[in-house]
């Protein structure tokens, strides 16, 4: 009994042995996930492109002009500015007024008492800067206010000798933000800050300097009255200058960076282009003119000239 047990319990034993061998036998090997590892392409980078400015093209400037009377016998207009609307602003040094050149051609007088008006500017706000000749001040209008009140007193003395009256022409910089201010009597240029707290001595030994204007690169022109010179100031250096003028009174740009400059000398009394780089000197006109004085120039091309003994404002329109 025991032995046939066992025998049993053999052959059970054996037959398991068997089918174990069997299963491990049939399986497939677990498959191990296989990673694909793909080398990423490399990319090249695209270079920024270089901001290139765009150059400015200049065209040529005008060579004939027609000219016609804007405003004529009316007050005697010396120096001028446009308001924010585009309206010719001029001071009349010898009524003391400065009057606004409405587009119907009538006059509208803003200012009146001011003991010498001469160079105007009118600010981004609507301000307007002037400069009064007999007490050698610059004075400031804000808009809406009923009269204007002292920015800064010049050092300069202005007397009755010839070539030491008072501030003729200023002008504004807008690289700086602020007013280029030429003191006669003393023949230095002064950046005047637009609070008038703050003046920089940019030139001297000028002997009576008057209008003024700064090109796109800093660079500050000044016409010299009495010196028969225009002189330019540039940011960094000394200042140079062209001479052979009669006498200048005030001094403009024109779109293509001309300078244009009035020449008020008794057998001249042009309005006069200059090429500063070549010399080169063309009146653009002259017929009708006494004493020209202030200088405008529009985007336009038209030039407007003011002239104090002639009770005129010119137009020069490109023909």
């Known amino acids: 009994m025991v032995t046939h047990r066992t025998s049993v319990i053999c052959t059970i034993l054996f037959l398991y042995l068997l089918l174990l061998a069997a299963c491990t036998t049939s399986q497939s090997p677990s498959a191990t996930p296989t990673t694909s590892l793909t080398k990423p392409t490399p990319i090249t980078p695209t270079p920024t492109p270089t901001r290139t400015p765009t150059p400015t093209v200049v065209t040529a400037a005008p060579t004939r002009y027609t000219a016609h009377a804007r405003l004529q016998g009316v007050a005697r207009p010396d120096d001028m500015t446009f308001d924010l609307q585009g309206h010719i602003l001029f001071s009349d040094f010898f009524n003391g007024t400065v009057s606004r050149l409405n587009a119907n051609g009538s006059v509208s007088v803003l200012l009146r008492g001011i003991a010498g008006p001469e160079g105007l500017i009118v600010l981004p706000d609507g301000t307007l800067i002037l400069a009064e000749q007999r007490t ?46 030429p003191d006669s009597p003393t023949g230095e240029v002064y950046s005047m800050s637009l609070d008038g707290k ?19 690169q800093g660079n500050i022109y000044v016409a010299d009255e009495c010196g028969g010179t225009l002189w330019r100031i540039p940011p ?53 003119l006494i004493e020209p004085q202030g200088l405008l120039v529009d985007s336009h091309d038209d030039i407007f000239v003011s002239d104090d003994y002639a009770n005129i404002i010119m137009e020069y329109t490109p023909t």
Do not use: Y
């Open 136 to 181: 050698n001040r610059i004075l400031t209008l804000a808009p809406g206010a009923p009269s204007p009140t002292v920015l800064r007193a010049l050092p300069g003395t202005p007397s009755t000798a010839r070539c030491k009256d008072g501030v003729d022409g200023i002008a504004l910089d807008v690289m700086t933000n602020s007013i280029i201010v």
């Open 198 to 216: 703050n003046l920089t001595l940019l030139a001297s030994g000028i002997v009576r300097p008057v209008g003024a204007v700064v090109d796109a």
């Open 236 to 288: 960094h250096g000394p200042p140079t200058h062209l001479g052979g003028f009669g006498m200048l009174d005030d001094v403009a740009l024109d779109p293509h960076g001309n300078l244009l400059v009035t020449d008020l000398a008794g057998p001249i009394h042009s309005l006069i282009r200059v090429n500063w780089t070549t010399g080169k000197r063309e009146t653009l006109g002259s017929q009708g």
